[in-house]
């Protein structure tokens, strides 16, 4: 399935960089979701992944929709 180029960009800070999510992130993505001991500030959601691919998809084609992956230097 394709979907849009991802017009965001890596964010670079001095202890973490925000980089955009792709649909190769949804399984990580999931588990957080689903952890309880993570996931208390997070939507609720099904334990499936292709749903969250499909919706990682969505905000990456969507313009106005910003998702991002915390990733510690």
Not at 1 to 12: D, G
Not at 30 to 37: M, S
Not at 49 to 55: A, D, F, K, L, S
Request: glycine share 4%.
């Amino acid at each position: 399935m394709a979907y849009a180029t991802l017009p965001k960009e890596r964010i670079t800070g001095r202890s973490i960089d925000l980089r955009p999510a792709d649909v190769g992130d949804a399984e990580f993505v999931l588990a957080l979701r689903l952890d309880p001991a993570l996931n208390r500030h997070l939507n609720a959601t099904a334990p499936a992944v292709e749903p969250q691919r499909e919706w990682i998809q969505r905000c990456r084609a969507d313009p106005g929709q910003y998702y991002f992956v915390i990733e510690n230097k």
